[in-house]
């Protein structure tokens, strides 16, 4: 009997350590569920709907395209009382979680064509202020086969940098420039930013065909398959302007004259320059004498590649005896100048600063259809419509230019 009862208590001891067992195995189970359940809350705290990015407006842009007075006359209006301005807060944010600032700002969702994979463009953009815009020029020119290059002024504000910074984390073809200049205006140091970052893109592992200099208040007026089609009939030619300069410009660099009897013209500090043509400045003696030379004259970037593209043998030479090629034959960049509205070009609907046009919503057709490729200034202080209209009308102009049958999707 003895032996009996110790047995049945030894099955009552042997069922209790299956419950408990069978108890603690659920507990996990519930954890370990709850937890994967949790997970992608993690990585996206938020709905997409609540992520605070740059403010949408309620507009029609196609009426603004088609410009017709009545959604013209709400872009005035909210312009005038209703502009939310960006927050370079909520970029930085955004971009410390890689995963979700890709998902949301439509990076993971680019498709590109076999033509774009096997034509990228390098980007060398020079930039101190603005972080959003600087974003949004990105994603209107982004493809995963192009490579970007951002310089930053070194004045520029910490959050300025750390929005910068926060991009070329996220974004595997975006990088920081290797060397930082503090930019000047119209000093040396505005040229070497961009050679710094020309200096950079040669190193890469991306063979590009074309570099593009921009600054962080140029926006497209092409989307990349378009642009690629546009640089592929150039044919190893360089886009630029260059000019014979006037008495007024001479002026800037007449103090001593060039090394190797260079013949001096000018242009703007904005350029499409071929890769081939990048390489051999890169490696000619005489362009680092001229270099060197420039570090002593005033706005160098506005003589520096107007002249040495016209050196006899460079790649994509224009010829000296070449008529001049000026702001408005160069597809390079769109400038509206206020002395020259009304006779080249129509007024400006934004608002001058320093006698530049900071365009308004009202020119989004003029500037789409004028031809150039890019233009300058955008500023959503002044008009946000302008830009997001842009940015809007770009997107249905790519879906026009690609074909469906080629397209391979990016993700992430």
């Known amino acids: 009997m003895k032996s009996k009862g110790l047995t049945l208590q030894m099955g009552k001891m042997e069922i209790c350590r299956f419950f408990v067992s069978v108890l603690t195995f659920c507990v996990l189970l519930l954890i370990c569920v709850n937890y994967n359940d949790m997970t992608p809350t993690l990585d996206f705290p938020e709905t997409l709907n609540d992520i605070k990015m740059v403010y949408k407006y309620n ?30 807060e909520n970029l930085i944010n955004l971009t410390s979680n890689c995963s979700l600032f890709r998902k949301v700002r439509g990076y993971d969702d680019v498709c590109v064509s076999d033509e774009e994979k096997d ?18 020029l990105i994603r209107a020119t982004y493809s995963p086969s192009n490579i970007y290059c951002i310089h930053y002024d070194l004045k520029s504000s910490a959050q300025f940098k750390a929005a910068m910074e926060g991009l070329a984390h996220c974004l595997p073809n975006v990088f920081i420039a290797s060397k930082l200049e503090d930019v000047i205006y119209a000093g040396f140091t505005r040229l070497k930013a961009d050679l710094n970052c020309l200096s950079d893109l040669l190193q890469s592992e991306v063979k590009w065909k074309y570099v593009i200099n921009l600054c962080g208040q140029d926006f497209p007026l092409r989307p990349n398959i378009e642009l690629v089609s546009e640089l592929k009939k150039l ?123 900071n365009y308004g919503a009202a020119e989004i057709h003029w500037l789409l259809n004028y031809g150039h490729w890019f233009a300058n200034k955008f500023d959503t202080n002044v008009d946000p419509i302008a830009v997001q209209c842009l940015e809007e009308k770009l997107e249905e102009r790519k879906y026009f230019f690609q074909s469906i049958d080629s397209l391979d999707c990016f993700n992430g």
């Open 119 to 136: 034509f990228p463009i390098a980007y060398s953009l020079v930039v101190h202020k603005h972080p959003w815009m600087v974003e949004r």
């Open 235 to 357: 044919n190893g030619a360089n886009m630029l302007e260059t000019c014979q300069p006037t008495a007024y410009k001479r002026g800037r660099f007449s103090r001593t004259p060039p090394p190797h009897n260079i013949e001096m013209f000018t242009g703007s500090a904005y350029f499409v320059l071929s890769r081939e043509f990048v390489v051999f400045m890169n490696s000619s003696v005489v362009v680092k004498d001229f270099l060197a030379w420039t570090e002593g004259t005033y706005s160098p970037d506005e003589h520096f590649w107007a002249t040495i593209v016209r050196l006899p043998g460079v790649p994509g030479e224009v010829p000296r005896s070449h008529p001049d090629i000026t702001d408005l034959m160069s597809k390079t960049r769109l400038v509206k100048w206020s002395y020259l509205e009304g006779s080249l070009y129509p007024y400006c609907t934004g608002v001058h600063v320093r006698a530049v046009c």
């Open 59 to 88: 507009i029609d842009c196609s009426a603004i395209y088609n410009m017709i007075p009545e959604e013209l006359s709400k872009s005035l209006t909210i312009r005038q009382k209703q502009i939310v301005k960006d927050n370079h």
